[in-house]
Each structure stands twice: as C-alpha cells, then as structure tokens.
C-alpha cells in the first residue's frame, strides 16, 4: 500500500509553482517563438495569477477587466461555477467515454438542448473547434448538392485549417499555403455578385458571418434573406458561420435571427460553448443534408471526429446552455451591449480621431480615422505610411497599461478595435471600460505625451520589420 505521505506521482500544483516563472521562456524556446517576441514588443507580458468572470489579476492583486474574452472564448467569462460544477460531475462519475461503438446520453442531450433554440434545424455533428465546424459545413454542402464550388465573402474568417483557410477573405492568412480548394470570394452585401457566381452553375452553398468578425461589418439589412433565395433557387445550401456571433453574442441567440425569415442550410458553432474549459464545435444542419451524407450504414463513419462528442464538452456545453436559460444571458446583452454601444457612439462628435461605433449586442467595433486638425493629421499620416493599423494598437496598449483593460485590434491593417467582453459583464464594468477609453482618446488629442512617444516606438519597428 503507497503512504499518503509518499510524494506524488505528479503534483500540477508543485510544477507550476517550480517551473511557472518561465512562462515566456519556455515559449520562446519550444512554441511559438512570436508570440512572446510580439507580447513584449507592446508591453502585454504580464503575468496573470488567477482569474473570475470577466476579469484577470496579477500576483500583485491589481485588477484587469477583460475586453476580449479569449476571442469570443469566455462567453460567461471565466469559471462560472455551474459549468466548473458540471466538470466535476461528469470526471466523477467514471462513465465509458468515447468507446466509438455505443451510444452514450450527453451527445442526445445537447443537440436536442441546441436544436431547441435553433429553429428550422434538426441534427447535430459534433466536434471539437470553430474551424472543424466549418470544415463539416463545407463536405456536407459539397457531398448533399454534388457541387465543388463554396462562395465565402471578402473579409471573412472562418478558420486556419486548409478546409476553412480556402475561404477565408483575410490574404495574410493564405499566403505560402496553395494550392487551396477552389473557392471564390464575393463582397458582404452584393447579391449582384453572388447572382453571377451561381449561374455558372457549380456553387454548393455560400458561406456568411452574419456580422464579420474582421472590422465587425454587419451584412446589410436584408441580404441574408435575399441571398437565401438566391442560393436555394440555384440548388444551392446557405451556411451562417456562427463561430463568434452565435450563442448570445449579438443579443440574439444567433446573429442570423435578427433579421426575418432567414433560415440557414447549416450553422458552425463554437466558443463560447465550450464555456471556457473543453473545446467544442458543432455543425447543425437540416435533415435532408444528414440523410444524404449518412445515408447507408457503409458510409457510418464517412464523417467523424476522435475527440467529438466527449462526455466532458458534451457536460460543459449542456452547463453553458443551462446559464444561458436560467440567468437570461441573451436579454442581458442586448441591455449590456445597447448601453455600451450608446456611450461609445456619443463620443464619435467629440473626438475628430474616432470614426465610427458600430455592431450589435457585445460584438462592438470601434473605429478610428483621419483627423481634420493639422497637428492631429500630421502624426496620423506618420503612422499610417509606417503601417495601417498602428493607432489602434496605440489605443490598446495604454488601456492595458494605465487602466488595466485587455482588447486587440480586430485585425491586422485595420484602425477598428473588437470589444468582445464575456456575456455576463455589467454597468459597472461598462462605466469603466468607457472612462478609461475617454482617458485615452483625451491624451491621444492633446498632440503630445506618452501615447504619442509610443506611436514613434511602433513606427521605428514598422519600418525595420519591411
């Protein structure tokens, strides 16, 4: 028998307080070596000790309210204590996960949870990420009409993954990877566009973000509908990427929903249903789709994931779907979102370098633009020929900095900052969030101080990086 007083045979707590101090090191050394590189170019390596709901603090006990929610993550912030509870449950009840030739409840369970608040939808396949959700939107399109061809919109992002890199809209991200699938790009919001793609008569689906996540550009009010009819009048299958908007995010269940009469083929979900633990993606789709792609018992496993399905993403995302019910999470954005929205459009008349508010629910871009006064347009015309995009990061660094706020540009090359809080911010998170910005549009105005001596930092390492 091993004595109780024996060490263990692994201790996480006693590696990470052996070893936690190099974080970054280790990093550099057997990672991403960039991303530590990057982290300190712009003074956000800090080192976080714990964190709860929506905000994060470091060993010295201060404070930092999270704007970013891990990209649409930590849709109800971090540790909700439901979720927390429902991992636990399912670690101790020792079921026989993932056997591959059995049928166990949690799958069953949360489909039908999800599928009750997706109208007009029917099955489920489950994986594990936004990118894999995508992914089966684009084989199940494909295999159902018997066409090659996906229509994506300029500007989208839809994964890293060869599958969902072929339609991503960002080039950045496709640079050094072809040959990609034959794909083709239409802008958000040109149903002429889309009309003579379709014609050429080899389309299997379009697929949307409802509201981009890439400068948080919403599609115009009624071109989902219009290009729906489009699609299904070619035989042709509409996909809503749902990966960041859906779930609450918006002020709707889905983003889709705020626009009537829309009802897409199948829609990718992730994030935040993970509640910040598993990861999780799911591909919802209307019945007809499922029956073709599984439509012997040959073809069982012609679509399927290692991981999908696993008793702990199935009991985290049933958890999350629970807090969203019984705390009115979805209500609770759209009167969070409207009053920070509200707060942040009635700058834009008192600030010449703000140019625009926009978006819906938690999903708020905020973007800036050229000045009119000399002194103010002079210093924006130094940063934009260094590099587009340099004043919003300059926006971003003081407001982790002073005010101990985490946000990021909404990508690369853009003057537009994403506010993606976790859903379950309140006022009080919101009055802060807005004094702290009016802090630092007040300093970026007065033409001179800290801001601005940072601003020569990043055009000096712009123009060595060329």
Excluded at 37 to 56: N, Q, S
Excluded at 189 to 214: S, T, Y
Aim: hydrophobic content about 40%.
């Amino acid at each position: 028998m091993t004595d109780p007083a024996q060490k263990r045979e692994f201790d996480l707590g006693a590696l990470l307080a052996e070893r936690g101090a190099e974080r970054y090191e280790l990093h550099t050394k057997y990672l991403n070596h960039q991303l530590p590189r990057m982290l300190h170019t712009i003074g956000f390596d800090k080192v976080y000790e714990r964190a709860e709901g929506a905000h994060f603090w470091d060993a010295d006990g201060n404070d930092y309210l999270d704007m970013l929610a891990g990209f649409g993550v930590m849709g109800l912030g971090r540790h909700h204590p439901v979720v927390r509870q429902a991992l636990h449950d399912v670690l101790d009840a020792s079921l026989a996960d993932l056997t591959r030739f059995d049928c166990q409840p949690l799958p069953g369970l949360l489909a039908e949870r999800l599928l009750g608040h997706s109208p007009h939808l029917d099955r489920v396949f489950f994986g594990n990420s936004g990118t894999e959700a995508v992914e089966t939107a684009l084989k199940f399109a494909r295999y159902a009409t018997g066409k090659p061809r996906i229509l994506y919109c300029t500007h989208a992002f839809h994964g890293l993954t060869t599958g969902s890199l072929s339609v991503n809209g960002e080039y950045g991200f496709r640079d050094g990877f072809a040959p990609l699938l034959p794909d083709t790009a239409v802008p958000l919001g040109d149903l002429d566009a889309l009309a003579r793609e379709l014609k050429k008569g080899d389309v299997a689906a379009l697929i949307v973000e409802p509201i981009q996540g890439k400068g948080v550009h919403e599609a115009p009010p009624g071109y989902l509908r219009a290009a729906q009819e489009l699609l299904h009048k070619h035989k042709a299958l509409l996909i809503a990427d749902e990966v960041q908007t859906g779930l609450g995010r918006t002020g709707d269940f889905y983003a889709y929903q705020h626009e009537e009469g829309v009802e897409p083929d199948l829609v990718c979900v992730a994030k935040a249903l993970s509640g910040g633990y598993v990861p999780v993606g799911a591909t919802l789709g209307k019945d007809w789709i499922f029956k073709k792609v599984y439509s012997s018992m040959d073809r069982v496993l012609v679509h399927s994931a290692s991981f999908g399905s696993n008793a702990q993403a199935m009991a985290a995302g049933l958890a999350v779907l629970s807090v969203m019910e019984n705390e009115q999470i979805v209500a609770g954005v759209r009167a969070t979102g409207e009053r920070l929205k509200s707060r942040l459009a009635a700058l834009v008349d008192t600030y010449e370098l703000l140019s625009d508010v926009r978006g819906r629910g938690l999903m708020i871009g905020i973007e800036f633009g050229r000045p009119t006064s000399l002194k103010l347009r002079s210093r924006w015309t130094m940063l934009q020929a260094a590099r587009k995009g340099l004043f919003a990061q300059m926006v971003v660094v003081p407001l982790l900095q002073r005010h101990r706020i985490l946000t990021q540009v909404s990508g690369d090359h853009l003057e537009v900052i994403k506010l993606i809080p976790p859903l379950i911010i309140g006022e009080q998170d919101v009055d802060r969030f807005v004094e702290a910005f009016t802090a630092v549009m007040d300093d970026a105005h007065s033409g001179s101080g800290l801001m601005w001596d940072f601003g020569k930092t990043l055009v000096k390492q712009a123009v060595a990086n060329r």
